[in-house]
T-cell receptor, first 113, second 113 residues
Framework: AQSVTQLGSHVSVSEGALVLLRCNYS??????LFWYVQYPNQGLQLLLK??????LVKGINGFEAEFKKSETSFHLTKPSAHMSDAAEYFC???????????FGTGTSLTVIP | KAGVTQTPRYLIKTRGQQVTLSCSPI?????VSWYQQTPGQGLQFLFE???????NKGNFPGRFSGRQFSNSRSEMNVSTLELGDSALYLC????????????FGDGTRLSIL
């Protein structure tokens, strides 16, 4: 069975500070991992994905995530938060069979000026 | 390339009515998934269609149904609407191959009075 856990439903950071959003997964097979961002009244937008290869993945808007198999984690980071980063962030895992996606419960990021 | 298009964007219905939501996937995408998003329950998987067949199904009552046409466009139907059905309904399409991300539309905001 596959599942995703996002620690911290709400995270606040100061503008210019490091952003760290945590994601842990469980999967019975090697997973594919994704981070999505959602702005108010919009759908989810893909930030980055890990499929195979390099474990440090760079995405859009300066975000990156590192796949750590030993820790079953895929945490999202950004060195310096910007006001425009305030949004809801979702971690997701998929497996090859059936292509079903499993989403975490989301983390709401607030950026304090 | 056009993104995922959902219509209508907003809908107001009363209890007991039924509603049909539409989703046009990205050209070439044969997998279409539907999600319900509410503040209390987060993002919940409804069902996934691939080549006109329902391949995966979430834990929702039979009032929620869907279908997919030969051009991959999909519709979702909810009958006998309840107040608790008020939500943002999101559609996502993908190539349905291992590691391919889901691409989301902006959703249909359904309000039940």
């Amino acid at each position: 069975a596959q599942s995703v856990t996002q620690l911290g439903s709400h995270v606040s950071v100061s503008e210019g500070a490091l952003v760290l959003l945590r994601c842990n997964y469980s999967s019975s097979v090697p997973p594919y991992l994704f981070w999505y961002v959602q702005y108010p009244n919009q759908g989810l937008q893909l930030l980055l994905k890990y499929t195979t290869g390099a474990t440090l993945v760079k995405g859009i808007n300066g975000f990156e995530a590192e796949f750590k198999k030993s820790e079953t984690s895929f945490h999202l980071t950004k060195p310096s938060a910007h006001m425009s980063d305030a949004a809801e962030y979702f971690c997701a895992v998929s497996v090859t069979v059936g292509n079903q996606f499993y989403f975490g419960t989301g983390t709401s990021l607030t950026v304090i000026p | 390339k056009a993104g995922v298009t959902q219509t209508p964007r907003y809908l107001i219905k009363t209890r007991g009515q039924q509603v049909t939501l539409s989703c046009s996937p990205i050209s070439g995408h044969r997998s279409v998934s539907w999600y319900q998003q509410t503040p209390g329950q987060g993002l919940q998987f409804l069902f996934e269609y691939f080549s006109e067949t329902q391949r995966n199904k979430g834990n929702f009552p039979g009032r929620f149904s869907g279908r997919q046409f030969s051009n991959s466009r999909s519709e979702m139907n909810v009958s006998t609407l309840e107040l608790g059905d008020s939500a943002l309904y999101l559609c996502a399409s993908s190539l349905a191959a291992g590691g391919q991300p889901q691409h989301f539309g902006d959703g249909t905001r359904l309000s039940i009075l």
